[in-house]
């Protein structure tokens, strides 16, 4: 266990629907990155937040957008959902912010399939 | 793209040491090496990570070779709960960087009674 957590477990969404979904960062940690991972393959890098600021992106169009809020905790917000956004949605945390050898810790995901 | 390549799938007896190669040729002086590994479903699970001395922990051990061109991921003792794709990653320099992981196709490890 990691102590990331990730809400909701699964989740299904209609075509052109908005989602957000939750990430409660480990305990001292600031950093949140986000990943999408679509069946079969590695997952992919979103973006990061740092500091309630996005720290980095990933190649995901902007109706993926993110906060992050003083307790750390994050959401990540699909807006025009598409049905090739179906994926494991993952959130990793990191202690420190901006040190790229700072090791990532993973919470469980988060099932978001579109129909 | 990843900057490392793994073989797809290998197979290992359960309780034999597990062997998982990478090959890293383009590694610059700085980049650490990171493995991950993913059970079906979960979220990837930080494994062991390391610059150019071996590493070990309670999870397994990590062999980089003189050039850091290569690693081997090793674990001990596999059981059959350490059946997972494992993900060898370069991870990016530090210097302006998020440190995002590049995940490639990971190598499928079955471990067989």
């Known amino acids: 266990e990691t102590g990331v957590t990730q809400s909701p477990t699964h989740l299904i969404k209609t075509r052109g629907q908005q989602v957000t979904l939750r990430c409660s960062s480990q305990?001292?940690?600031?950093?949140v990155s986000w990943y999408q991972q679509a069946l079969g393959q590695g997952p992919q890098f979103i973006f990061q937040y740092y500091r309630e600021e996005e720290n980095g992106r990933g190649n995901f169009p902007p109706r993926f957008s993110g906060l992050q809020f003083p307790n750390y905790s994050s959401e990540l917000n699909v807006n025009a959902l598409e049905l090739d956004d179906s994926a494991l949605y993952l959130c990793?945390?990191?202690?420190?912010?901006?040190?790229?050898?700072?090791?990532?810790?993973f919470g469980p995901g988060t099932r978001l399939t579109v129909l | 793209d990843a900057k490392t390549t793994q073989p797809t799938s290998m197979d290992c007896a359960e309780g034999r040491a597990a062997n998982l190669p990478c090959n890293h040729s383009t590694i610059s002086g700085n980049e650490y090496v990171y493995w991950y590994r993913q059970i079906h479903s979960q979220g990837p699970q930080y494994i062991i990570h390391?610059?150019?001395n071996n590493e070990t922990n309670e999870m397994a051990s990590l062999i980089i070779t003189e050039d850091r061109k290569s690693s081997t991921l090793i674990l001990p003792h596999a059981t059959l709960r350490d059946t997972a794709v494992y993900y060898c990653i370069v991870r990016a320099p530090r210097s302006g960087n998020t440190g995002k992981l590049i995940f490639g196709q990971g190598t499928t490890l079955q471990v067989k009674p």
């Open positions: 305990s001292g940690h600031n950093t």
């Open positions: 390391g610059l150019k």
């Open positions: 990793a945390s990191t202690e420190a912010g901006g040190y790229s050898t700072d090791t990532q810790y």
